[in-house]
């Protein structure tokens, strides 16, 4: 599935991907509670959870604007469905549900911001900074992580910029995305870091 991220192509300088979604999808208040929920000192949500509660208010909106008012659970599950990996029936069966209903499924998908496109706007848009707790370290070292991560993706972007503006590098509007993953050798299950450090264990304890 497509992501188009904050900062492509000559995206630098353009407003962040998650402003200009806020802005088509009429939802004035979510800044802020992106915002609250990151900082919280309690029951505080990590980015790649940020992520997926944006994405499923925007689905929520996509629908309310197709005159379609879903149960309790009903969003969550849609999106779980849509955003699965694996190609199986039951997406594509809500697919074809969404678009009978009126949605435009493959702009819907398109528009979902990944965690990196959360922090883009949460630090250079509002400005907001959060400092883990030193004496939680999980949330401690999932903090390092992700500004790790967010630094060599920045880095990297930055200096292909460079090379396709200097005409060292022929490419169109792009990507760029870090991926740490940890394969655990005696189950045999594979985790991103960030996802297994906030799981807090492999499949060999299960």
């Known amino acids: 599935m497509e992501n188009t991220d904050d900062q492509s192509g000559s ?3 353009r407003r962040s991907k998650v402003v200009r979604l806020i ?3 009429d939802l004035d208040s979510v800044g802020d509670e992106l915002e609250r929920l ?3 000192e309690e029951d ?3 980015l790649r959870q940020l992520a997926t509660y944006f994405n499923q208010r925007l689905l929520r909106r996509a629908l309310e604007q197709a ?3 879903p149960l309790d659970g009903e969003v ?3 999106y779980r469905l849509l955003t699965d990996d694996a190609e199986n029936t039951d997406r594509t069966r809500i697919r074809r549900r969404l678009e009978r209903d009126g949605l435009d499924v493959k702009t819907l998908e398109t528009d979902f911001v990944t965690y ?3 922090r883009t706007y949460l630090q250079k848009h509002r400005g907001a900074e959060y400092t883990p707790d030193e004496t939680d370290p999980i949330e401690r070292e999932v903090a390092n992580v992700e500004r790790l ?3 060599v993706d920045s880095v990297t972007e930055g200096k292909l910029e460079q090379l396709r503006s200097g005409g060292h590098l022929d490419i169109g509007p792009f990507r760029t995305f870090v991926d740490v993953r940890v394969v655990c050798e005696e189950c045999n299950t594979q985790f991103d870091v960030v996802d297994l450090l906030e799981r807090g264990h492999c499949e060999c304890s299960e």
């Open 67 to 69: 005159d379609v008012r």
């Open 38 to 40: 990151w900082t919280a």
């Open 149 to 151: 991560r967010g630094r």
């Open 11 to 13: 995206g630098r300088g």
């Open 116 to 118: 990196q496109a959360i």
């Open 44 to 46: 505080r949500k990590s």
């Open 76 to 78: 969550e599950n849609t």
């Open 23 to 25: 802005e088509e999808y």
